[in-house]
């Protein structure tokens, strides 16, 4: 099942384990449940702390295994087989299990073993999905560490018709007791936070005691984590406020153009930024969301959405964007359950099925082409009369069998039937004509939208909401710069936002030591 290099790093790591693991696998005939026990029987080859045992028909999920330790309350269970964006979730749990510290804030374990209730979790996965393993190892961890929580991580490509009957339309999906808890990426402290509904006033009372920064940079994605670190081997009080560190690159797949880095996947890279930032005396505040900017004499306010205000003397306004919704009627009511946005985390689940990509750019056209291998058809909608994308990624979408491309055509409607996506309308442009489109899945890929909207009436925004610099990234507001996606810089490119964002932390830099500096000629006069 692993090749001999995998073995070999898993063997490494498995030395880590302080106590054994037990697995007990649920199988029955089928050709998944065989490819399971091939992957446990490599296991147990790897460590002599490790033993499988298994049951068949014993009234759980097959093929599936649980994980335990002699002596230990765990409950933590995979359906299916976590390979792909998924091993590492695995690796996690074995070493969990085995007694190796999680590398979790104390704080956090605190809370998440003084959590009081019987909690049943049921995460639903694709193995393509990037956004996935953050939540089945967040919640994995938390069975380890607190009997009354269980957890199943279950892939949505193994079972099926498990999916279908819960219409599990987008990924990773969780289930708390029965009931859906949450849709989309989410790290331990917010499904922490979701549980304890105390922890954000207690949250807010520790912020609102910090001292006032020098810099303080708002947005953790490429262009923040270069400001904050430009910031602190200035030597200056560095703070830096993210709602979710790492930004649009978390929801990146394949990255090949990141100079120096000839190919890494968006999630690695948003944990580099993160471990780089933490190299340096930057205080990191996670999960917080700026929702307003109150500017000042000595210091520049920032108020978060928990209730704490931050102060500084300069800020960095680095907050990003995200994708662009279409706003047309019926696309609310069916995000994740049919309308989604992301092809490579959602698209397993349309095994078969067809679907309708909606835009003509590069995210649009690889996005058809990736999904053309998974789907029975693809229909590319685009607005104008002709696609965006490079030349090269156009010749590969119609070389494929399975996709139509419709240019001149407005998507103005999503039609369902209550639950879910079964069509769309649109309008073709030049001859006035509505179409109606039978569909299982929408895909939105028509750009990005500026996260600005709370810095309305205070810096001046350009007519997209983009945050107007000049060429040393300082806003309408003295003392405020801004860099990155967010900005009126051209070319929304990670490597162009890393620029964007040291550089307004020079000029951060900059203002200080000329705001700060002595007035010469009434040090003169006196």
């Known amino acids: 099942m692993l090749d001999d290099n995998l073995k070999a ?37 790897l ?3 490790i033993t499988v045992s298994r ?20 409950h933590l269970r995979f359906a299916g087989i976590p390979l792909g964006h998924e091993f590492t979730s695995l690796v996690l749990a074995l070493l969990q299990v085995g007694g190796h510290p999680p590398r979790t804030e104390q704080a956090i374990i605190d809370q998440i073993r003084d959590l009081d209730g019987d909690l049943t979790f049921e995460t639903y996965f694709s193995l393509s999905c990037q956004n996935c393993p953050d939540v089945v190892q967040a919640l994995n961890l938390m069975a380890v560490l607190n009997p009354r929580i269980k957890h199943v991580a279950i892939d949505g490509g193994v079972f099926p018709a498990e999916v279908e009957s819960r219409q599990v339309m987008s990924v990773p999906t969780v289930y708390l007791n029965g009931e859906i808890f949450a849709q989309g990426r989410m790290e331990i402290e917010e499904i922490v936070a979701k549980l304890d509904t105390n922890s954000a006033a207690r949250a807010a009372e520790k912020l609102n005691e910090r001292e006032p920064y020098d810099v303080l940079v708002i947005g953790g994605g490429p ?29 990146t797949m394949a990255i090949e153009n990141f100079i120096s880095l000839r190919h890494t996947e968006g999630p690695q890279l948003a944990a580099s930024l993160e471990a780089h930032v933490k190299d340096y005396d930057v205080d990191v505040m996670n999960l917080q969301r700026a929702q307003k900017l109150v500017p000042g004499i000595d210091h520049v306010s920032v108020e978060l959405a928990n209730g704490a205000t931050l102060r500084s003397k300069t800020v960095i306004l680095s907050t990003g964007a995200r994708w662009r919704q279409m706003g047309v009627p019926g696309e609310d009511q069916y995000r994740n359950k049919g309308v989604a946005y992301c092809p490579h985390c959602d698209g397993p689940l349309f095994k078969g099925k067809r679907v309708a990509v909606i835009g003509g750019g590069n995210s649009g056209v690889e996005a058809a082409i990736d999904l053309a291998n998974i ?3 693809v229909t590319l909608i685009e607005f104008d009369g002709k696609l965006r994308a490079d030349d090269v990624l156009q010749r590969k979408l119609r070389s494929l069998p399975n996709v139509d491309v419709l240019l001149n055509a407005r998507t103005s409607e999503v039609l369902g039937d209550g639950k879910k996506v079964t069509g769309l309308v649109y309008e073709n442009r030049i001859a006035g004509q509505r179409h109606t489109l039978s569909l299982d899945g929408i895909f939105v890929q028509i750009g990005l939208l500026p996260n600005t909207e709370w ?60 705001t700060s500096a002595p007035d010469t000629d009434n040090a003169k006069a006196a």
Do not use: W
Request: hydrophobic share 40%; with cysteine.
């Open 9 to 45: 790093q898993l063997k490494a790591y498995l030395e880590k384990l302080v106590r054994p693991v037990e697995i007990v696998a649920s199988t029955d005939d089928s050709v998944k449940s065989r490819e399971m026990i091939a992957l446990l029987d490599d296991l147990v080859a």
């Open 47 to 49: 460590s002599d702390k």
């Open 55 to 74: 049951r068949s028909g014993d009234g759980e999920r097959a093929p599936s295994f649980a994980l335990n330790s002699p002596g230990h309350d765990i």
């Open 223 to 251: 262009a923040g984590a270069a400001a904050a670190i430009y910031a602190a081997r200035k030597g200056i009080r560095t703070g830096i406020a993210a709602e979710r560190f790492g930004g649009q690159v978390l929801d």
């Open 375 to 377: 789907v029975s058809h």
């Open 455 to 514: 810095l309305k009436g205070t810096v001046e925004l350009s007519s997209r909401g983009e945050i107007v610099v000049d060429h040393h990234g300082q806003t309408s507001v003295p003392g405020v710069f801004a860099a990155g996606d967010c900005t009126t810089v051209p070319y929304k490119q990670i490597v162009i936002a890393v620029g964007e964002g040291a550089k307004a932390s020079l000029s951060a830099f900059d203002h200080l030591m000329r």
